[in-house]
Each structure stands twice: as C-alpha cells, then as structure tokens.
Nanobody, 122 residues
Framework: QLQLVESGGGSVEAGASLRLSCAAS????????MGWFRQAPGKEHEFVAV????????SYGDPVKGRFTISRDNTKNTLNLQMNSLKPEDTAIYSC???????????????WGQGTQVTVSS
C-alpha cells in the first residue's frame, strides 16, 4: 500500500506563492498517475492537477491554469505543486492521490494523503 504525506501548506496573502510536496512511501509510485485535489469547507473535492507516471499527461483544473505547476521526481518518490499568484478562493485542504490508471476524477484515485491546509487571505 502506498502512504502519502503532504507538506508545505500555510497561511499567505493573496498574490503569494506556496510549494506543496507529497512524499510517497510503502512502495514505489513510479508507475502511478499522481494528482492533486482540494476541498474547501462545505464543498466537494475539486480536481487541481494530474501527471502521468512518466511526466506526461499534465492537466489542470480551469481555476488554477496558468498559476499552478505540477511536477514529480520518481527517484525521490516525491510529487510537487508550485502555486503562484494565490487567490482567496484557493483556500482549501490540498491532498495528493495516486491512481493506477490515468484519470482526473476523485474515484480514479485509490490512495490519498491526509492533506495540508492552504489559507489565502485578501
């Protein structure tokens, strides 16, 4: 089983940047599609970004296009999310997730981290 632990969240002002990381352990994730999702209070999980095992297939949710960048380092079992030009509406718990096959839906991902809180103030 794959264990995922996110880090890098925090409280920032609008316009700032944050870099989230997701450390994987338990087994190698080098063949998994990896994704980031977020969940704001009272809302469902929202797709943020996805990347195939080989670094291809990068896709972003419309609200974050042009501001967020997903990347991975299979040698370090690490997934990253660079978030620039943060907005108050980006406030949410951000979780990384792993999937055997490529997808962007919540149900496509079997392994999830606990999440890290990102709060953006105006």
């Amino acid at each position: 089983q794959l264990q995922l632990v996110e880090s890098g969240g925090g409280s920032v002002e609008a316009g700032a940047s944050l870099r989230l990381s997701c450390a994987a352990s338990g087994r190698t994730f080098s063949r998994d599609t990896m994704g980031w999702f977020r969940q704001a209070p009272g809302k469902e999980h929202e797709f943020v970004a996805v990347i195939r095992w080989d670094g291809t297939g990068i896709s972003y949710g419309d609200p974050v296009k042009g501001r967020f960048t997903i990347s991975r380092d299979n040698t370090k079992n690490t997934l990253n999310l660079q978030m620039n030009s943060l907005k108050p509406e980006d406030t949410a718990i951000y979780s990384c997730a792993a999937a055997r096959y490529y997808g962007t839906g919540v149900n496509d991902f079997a392994d999830w981290g606990q999440g890290t809180q990102v709060t953006v103030s105006s």
